[in-house]
């Protein structure tokens, strides 16, 4: 258990549901990309913005091009981190998880939109920047953390509780700080199968 007053101030009660629900929706849904960080062979962190193709079952898909060095960090190093966060709301999400690539273009059929050829361009020939494309993979995050925080107050509320702390000496605490492991991730999954 920690010791650091904020994170106990900061902690709440809510059912593995109700948190799923909370994430998705006033942190995922709300955030335009996430930042996918991975390890390279000399330790060295990676971070690029991303944007999900899924996040059914709170599983994480991203499409992008194995020729780049975000592929050669995976196969050194599977474990990855997912951050998400709102500017307007302060909320943000923190997703600690094991990474899979997937090549087979079947397999990357269902996460596939057109727009994403963008990202890739028309070489010509098998290069055709579309899911059949051997430049085309997909990476699967499948999570065993989540740790996020959700504003309950408004911006301006934030700063007057943080100042009305400051004076007081109390911790302040605008928001829940909550953690889903990954037994509770068991729930998304199901949830999503009814």
């Given amino acids: 258990m920690s010791n650091d007053p904020y994170t106990a101030k900061a902690a709440s009660n809510a059912s593995p549901a109700e948190m799923i629900k909370e994430l998705r929706d006033e942190v995922i849904k709300s955030s335009k990309f996430a930042m996918l960080t991975t390890r390279s062979k000399d330790g060295t962190l990676h971070s690029r913005a991303m944007s999900p193709a899924s996040d059914k079952g709170l599983v994480f ?9 975000k592929f050669d960090d995976l196969e050194h190093d599977e474990n990855v981190n997912i951050s998400f966060s709102d500017a307007s709301s302060t909320n943000w999400a923190s997703v600690s998880g094991k990474a899979k690539t997937m090549t087979d273009p079947e397999s990357i059929k269902p996460f596939w939109n057109p727009a994403l050829k963008a990202w890739f361009g028309d070489l010509g020939g098998e290069k055709n920047g579309t899911y059949t494309d051997p430049r085309v993979s997909a990476i699967e995050v499948r999570p065993s953390e989540i740790n996020y925080w959700v504003s309950t107050r408004t911006s301006i509320g934030q700063v007057l509780d943080v100042a009305k702390s400051a004076l007081t000496g109390e911790t302040a605490a605008p928001g829940h700080l909550r953690t889903i492991y990954g037994s509770d ?3 998304a999954k199901t949830s999503e199968q009814k």
């Fill in 61 to 69: 898909v991203f499409i992008a091009n194995n020729e780049s060095g």
């Fill in 185 to 187: 991730l068991e729930i």
